[in-house]
């Protein structure tokens, strides 16, 4: 292989070569071809997502005395070439993370009036801007407030929420998406033909799975992982330590046909193999949360309900991995799921009716008709929390929704059931009179029989992250909440 990285070779020259950011390539391109960009964009997305690259192909698309078609740089000019080197004078690529970058954004505002030495247009990338300190972003908040004619700024960062609102107010932004499996593989592929690696589709699957949507991971993982100019996907999935698809099936498998001791030797082979419980836990998830999102496409209630629980018992499996016995979380949900517990476990016995009550989810005025139904339904921890969903999905006051998303469901004793929250503000909202009607209201529609909220306000292990975040971040932390019950925020 050669010695310039396979990522710096391939990374996007033009903004053909830009994959998976399709709307953010065609705003750029008519607003090069209408002689019409911005002096300032910010962008945001995960890493490795092209957000650089595309920031310097803004820069060449400014300055490329060849412009193609209105809007392609040549590749060929001198500008076009000392960009692609990285030795253009007038392209000032800054790292607000490092101690440099404090210094050179604290240059600018003086530095910014000069004309450009060579080219026609300055343009300024401030990567990693959510570092930028207070100063600096004061400083910024200047120059972007009147930018002299031959300047241009790019800010891209993976943190959006730590840009203060007076600097995104004053760029125009473009959110970077996680680039999807199947254009990295055709891209992974494209590459590996360009550079002579015989790479097998299921390795270059892998890679794409694992990178989570980032373009540079994964081709950084393709020049890892390559040796004597193959890629195999023995060798890959050994390296990532990520799962033999054919186990997550063969559980899949197991688990819909309640075959507990199949599952269970799953579970063991798994352990015995020293494979990484954790990933195959998440890849587990993965696919299970593919298959819902078929079933619910394919409008199919019964199996989504099954689905449902399924993940919502492997996220708490998920939750209690590092405990001595790593196995054990899964083999109980594994025992949970194909209902192995059933004939000593009474409690939970509601199951059954769960799965009809799927059945009629899309019509549920008709549930009234089978009250047998509802009266077996015990109103057990187990039972709402397996609830909890559906629950939340029936509640119809957004901001009781926005707090009991905030809400676990902890203790059930004598029909109370005790929600704990991390914060006051949630727990206020949800006991003010009206919102715990409502609630009880929906779960008596459920169980049948009357239920009484009590709540307490409790530091949950999230809670040092959740403090550490700024006010508007409580999204991520509904999320958070929604994972840990396998539910999924409904708007
Ligand atoms: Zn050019």
């Not at 799975?209 to 996907?233: C, F, M, N, P």
């Not at 890959?236 to 507990?260: C, K, P, R, W």
């Not at 029936?394 to 004598?414: E, F, G, H």
């Amino acid at each position: 292989m050669e010695e310039i990285s396979l990522y710096r070779k391939y990374r996007p020259h033009n903004f053909d070569n830009l994959v998976g950011q399709d709307h953010i390539k065609t705003t750029l391109i008519n607003a090069l071809r209408n002689r019409n960009v911005s002096h300032a964009y910010l962008f945001t997305g995960p890493r490795g997502t092209g957000k650089t690259s595309t920031a310097r192909l803004i820069a060449k698309g400014l300055n490329c005395t060849e412009l193609h078609d209105d809007h392609e740089p040549c590749n060929k000019c001198e500008f076009c070439t000392d960009i692609n080197d990285g030795r253009l004078i007038d392209l000032i690529e800054i790292d607000a993370a490092s101690n440099r970058g404090i210094d050179e954004v604290r240059d600018l505002k003086e530095k910014i009036n000069f004309a450009p030495s060579r080219s026609k247009y300055k343009v300024y990338i401030i990567d990693e801007a959510h570092m930028m300190t207070k100063e600096a972003f004061n400083a910024l908040l200047k120059t972007l407030e009147e930018p002299p004619s031959h300047a241009y700024f790019v800010l891209a960062t993976t943190e959006i929420h730590k840009i203060p609102e007076t600097i995104i107010s004053r760029c125009q932004r473009f959110d970077f998406k996680r680039i999807g499996i199947k254009t990295l593989m055709t891209r992974l592929s494209y590459i590996c033909q360009k550079e002579n690696i015989q790479a097998a589709d299921t390795a270059l699957e892998v890679i794409s799975k694992y990178v989570d949507g980032g373009l540079r991971d994964a081709i950084g993982l393709v020049e890892q992982l390559t040796t004597d100019h193959t890629l195999s996907l023995e060798h890959v999935q050994e390296i990532l330590g990520v799962s033999d698809h054919s186990l997550l099936t063969a559980l899949f498998n197991s688990l819909v046909n309640n075959d507990t001791k199949d599952a269970l030797g799953i579970i063991h082979d798994l352990h015995g193999q020293g494979s990484d419980l954790k990933q195959f836990v998440h890849e587990f998830i993965e696919m299970l949360r593919q298959n819902l999102l078929d079933t619910i496409a394919n409008d199919q209630p019964k199996t989504t309900s099954q689905l449902i629980r399924m993940i919502s018992l492997f996220q708490d499996a998920q939750q209690k991995l590092e405990s001595t016995i790593p196995q054990l979380a899964l083999e109980i949900a594994v025992i949970q799921i194909t209902g192995a517990f059933e004939e000593y476990e009474p409690e939970i016995v509601a199951d059954k009716p769960e799965q009809d009550k799927a059945d009629s989810e899309s019509e549920p005025k008709k549930k009234p008709d089978n009250p047998s139904v509802n009266e077996v339904l015990e109103v057990t921890l187990n039972s709402i929390r397996d609830h909890w969903p559906r629950i939340m999905e029936r509640i119809k006051t957004p901001s009781l929704k926005i707090s009991l998303r905030n809400a676990i469901p902890q203790k059930v004793k004598d029909h109370d059931l005790t929600l704990t929250f991390n914060t006051n503000f949630h727990r206020d909202k949800v006991v003010e009179h009206d919102h715990r009607v409502e609630l009880e209201e929906v779960i008596k529609t459920f169980f049948n029989t009357p239920v009484k909220i009590v709540t307490e306000v409790k530091a949950l292990e999230i809670k040092p992250i959740i403090e550490e975040k700024v006010v508007h971040e409580t999204a991520g932390n509904l999320d958070d909440m929604a994972e840990l019950f396998g539910g999924e925020i409904v708007d």
